[in-house]
């Protein structure tokens, strides 16, 4: 799986340079007129920003499936997760707010370009954390947001799906939103699936953009799977959801589930 082709130290050195460029247009719009924008603004800027990365880095996108819209209101997207650049990926076809794990906010620009950006950042050492970061998705959902989650809560390979967490599905029961699942799965120039972008292991945040400024080309598959809406169909609980959830991503990636997870007996809920 891993192509042995790579880009010249001059292609790469270019790609650096126009990276940093990117990145201070990025900053400079996030610092002085991004909080003034409307949220169809917003979405249109960070639309844009996110593709031209993409391109930047010689990185194109397939869709398959039905892309909910250009920034669907009262939606949770749901993805695997397997690299960094997934954010990108995802904010150049339907444009989110997302959930990241507290690390990343302490990364140089991007973890401020994040926060900025309106990302939500949760505490995975402390159980009760989730509780405060679905209640806030749940808040911007019921105010028109698309939010973003990686329910695997860490990155993966690719070649394998990991069990769904279910607690940030709580977000779609309150605000009685739609959960979309998407599937991601990275391709090099030989048209083979790649393990280069992806950011597991003992791999530093510097380690995997080497990794990825070397390759000559890659695209990713975006597979949107069926919207799955919440209180209907038996998705009446947030293990419920996630296990659909789960099971459409699989789906679009062309894997078999792995084994859901034993919900707990939890009281009956009202409508």
Known sequence: M???????SLTRIGRVA???????IGVFILATRYSRLAHAERAVVTRRWAAHALKILGISVR???????????????????ISWLDIFVLNSC???RFVAKREIR??????WLAHLGGTLFIDRSKRKDASRVYKALAHAMENGACMAVFPESTTSDG???????ASLFEAALLSRGTVQPVGLRYYG???????????IGDLTFLQSVRKVLAMPAMEVEVSYGQPLKAWENG?????????????????ALRLSPPPAAEAPQEPARQH
């Open 18 to 24: 126009r990276l940093f460029g990117h990145l201070a």
């Open 159 to 165: 070649l394998n799906l990991l069990p769904f967490k």
């Open 106 to 111: 302490s990364w140089p620009v991007l973890g």
């Open 63 to 81: 869709i398959n499936g039905v892309n909910p819209g250009f920034y669907p209101p009262n939606t949770l997207l749901v993805a695997n997760h």
């Open 94 to 96: 339907t444009v989110s």
């Open 189 to 199: 120039a030989d048209g083979q699936q790649t393990l280069e972008p992806a950011f």
């Open 235 to 251: 998705l009446e609980t947030r293990f419920a959801l996630a296990e659909r959830a789960q099971q459409e991503v699989a789906r």
């Open 2 to 8: 891993k192509s042995t082709a790579t880009t010249s």
